[in-house]
């Protein structure tokens, strides 16, 4: 985690314009077609209570869409540790960044380097404004669409009670 990209998040709150581009109730519920419309070529997805109950398997409705979305480069960005990166790239063959760093941008440039898209052609999907939107805009990713956590949605397995709280500050 970047803890000075986090304060800058905090500090800057007042007189930024909206992070999200998009806001829907789950990844299911995202216009897949309409983002290919908008020249959309890189998914970039953050993985615990976006797409998957926190640190659990990937459900394979999710794998069954991640699938589907033969039309774009598919990436995952995630603060998680390295055994729970091996275990995702276990279940799906996706690009999964080997850092993270989020807020921070590094993360997120590192994958627009990776699959060689610009920003402008690039959505990251995430639950957390503070975390996976705000660092995906200040790497100059335009399209930012925020999901309710997957707990919330489908149920399963709930995040941290820190994470829960920092998630309900970002709503404020």
């Not at 953050?46 to 699938?67: A, C, E, F, G, S």
Request: charged share 30%; net charge positive.
């Amino acid at each position: 985690m970047d803890i000075l990209e986090y304060a800058n998040f905090w500090i800057n709150r007042i007189h930024r314009p909206k992070i999200a581009t998009q806001e829907v109730e789950s990844i299911h519920d995202i216009d897949f077609n309409n983002l290919k419309k908008l020249g959309v070529r890189l998914l970039i997805f953050d993985v615990d209570d976006t797409i998957t109950p926190h640190k659990r398997p990937l459900p394979r409705k999710t794998i069954r869409l991640l699938k589907k979305l033969k039309d774009f480069k598919i990436a995952f960005l995630s603060n998680c540790s390295e055994s729970r990166r091996k275990e995702l790239a276990k279940m799906i063959d996706v690009y999964i960044a080997p850092f993270s760093s989020k807020p921070g941008k590094i993360g997120f440039t590192h994958i627009l380097e990776k699959m060689s898209v610009p920003g402008s052609q690039a959505a990251m999907i995430g639950d957390k404004k503070s975390m996976d939107l705000w660092g995906a805009k200040i790497a100059g990713i335009n399209h930012r669409i925020l999901v309710k956590p997957y707990s919330e949605v489908f149920g399963g397995h709930k995040c941290s009670i820190f994470v829960r709280f920092f998630r309900k500050l970002d709503n404020i």
